[in-house]
């Protein structure tokens, strides 16, 4: 069979009403603004007080890093693009970039627990298990992870035949809804997706749940009330994110081929491509007592110059 090959793609989004889209641009807009602000002080943040110089503003410093590079790749084209067109090329870089992202931001969250898990388990040793050269290297391999999931799966869905219908489903280049689009059988892509869905998602995810478990046992076990009190509020912090953004990605990965290009796909794509990276610096890190104190230092000091 000959297939006609496909040079662009067409990006359905939300809504064809001009009204409602000029109503979802500026929901958007906003959204997108307020979270590149806060990501983006976040990392103002860590680079100069003193006392924020630790492990774990390191891996949050980190993590705002992939989350900002996560709405550059999504956000622009959907608010930018009249025609929601991508080309060929530009679809598999976007959904490749996105894989990247996702991915290390999975592995950021895990080493982000473990991290917490070292820190009120073994404080004695917090210092030494925690080095600078372990820290980077832990950030270099959630980004190799990522590379590596990016490459491979924006080769496998882009090497195969795609005829007939170039409509995505979505707002951004997404495997289900392109594997839809594919005139060949997809079982071998599904399985692969299916694998590291399972390494990339519920393995960084069982190691957090287990890290938290351990946390949970060492506060009830040995610290006093006080104690308690304020490691429950990191530790409630870090796993709302982890909800958020393991739940809704799992959710999307892990249904059956059958259900793809459904509406509700979009709406589950938004909450971990767009609201869970607005969310994550107010729920996670803005709320912490040193970040005010060193945002309060940062005005002071913007003030006085």
């Known amino acids: 069979r000959n297939f006609t090959r496909i040079h662009e793609f067409i990006l359905v989004g939300f809504s064809d009403v001009l009204q409602i889209q000029y109503v979802l641009f500026t929901v958007f807009f906003c959204i997108?603004?307020?979270?590149?602000?806060?990501?983006?002080?976040?990392?103002?943040l860590y680079t100069l007080p003193?006392?924020?110089?630790?492990?774990?503003?390191?891996?949050?410093?980190?993590?705002?890093l992939l989350e900002i590079c996560y709405?550059?790749?999504?956000?622009?084209?959907?608010?930018?693009s009249q025609h929601k067109t991508i080309t060929f090329y530009g679809c598999a870089i976007q959904m490749g970039c996105f894989l990247l992202l996702g991915s290390a931001e999975?592995?950021?969250?895990?080493?982000?627990?473990?991290?917490?898990?070292?820190?009120?388990?073994?404080?004695?040793?917090?210092?030494?298990?925690?080095?600078?050269?372990?820290?980077?290297?832990?950030?270099?391999?959630?980004?190799?992870?990522?590379?590596?999931?990016?490459?491979?799966?924006?080769?496998?869905?882009?090497?195969?035949?795609?005829?007939?219908?170039n409509t995505i489903n979505n707002f951004y280049c997404?495997?289900?809804?392109?594997?839809?689009l594919a005139c060949t059988k997809t079982r071998f892509n599904e399985i692969i997706m299916l694998i590291i869905t399972f390494i990339i998602i519920l393995g960084p995810f069982t190691l957090t749940i287990i890290s938290y478990a351990n946390i949970i046992w060492t506060i009830i076990k040995y610290h006093s009330a006080g104690m308690r009190t304020k490691a429950f509020s990191t530790c409630t912090s870090h796993l709302i994110v982890v909800s958020i953004?393991?739940?809704?990605?799992?959710?999307?990965?892990?249904?059956?081929?059958?259900?793809?290009?459904?509406?509700?796909?979009?709406?589950?794509?938004?909450?971990y491509t767009i609201i869970a990276p607005s969310m994550n610096p107010f729920i996670y890190r803005l709320r912490n007592n040193d970040v005010k104190n060193?945002?309060?230092?940062?005005?002071?000091?913007?003030?006085?110059?």
Request: proline residues 6%; glycine residues 2%; aromatic residues 12%.
């Open 106 to 165: 999975c592995y950021m969250l895990a080493v982000m627990a473990y991290d917490r898990y070292n820190a009120i388990c073994h404080p004695l040793l917090y210092n030494n298990i925690m080095r600078r050269v372990i820290c980077i290297m832990l950030v270099i391999n959630c980004w190799l992870i990522g590379i590596a999931v990016g490459i491979l799966q924006a080769i496998l869905i882009f090497s195969l035949p795609f005829c007939g219908s």
């Open 71 to 80: 709405l550059l790749n999504i956000v622009p084209k959907m608010l930018l």
């Open 294 to 305: 060193a945002i309060k230092k940062l005005v002071q000091y913007v003030k006085l110059q």
């Open 174 to 180: 997404d495997i289900p809804p392109l594997i839809n």
């Open 50 to 64: 003193p006392n924020l110089h630790t492990p774990m503003y390191f891996f949050l410093a980190n993590f705002s």
């Open 245 to 271: 953004s393991y739940e809704s990605s799992s959710i999307m990965y892990l249904r059956p081929k059958s259900s793809y290009g459904m509406n509700e796909e979009k709406f589950l794509s938004l909450m």
């Open 32 to 44: 997108f603004t307020i979270s590149l602000m806060s990501n983006t002080l976040i990392i103002l």
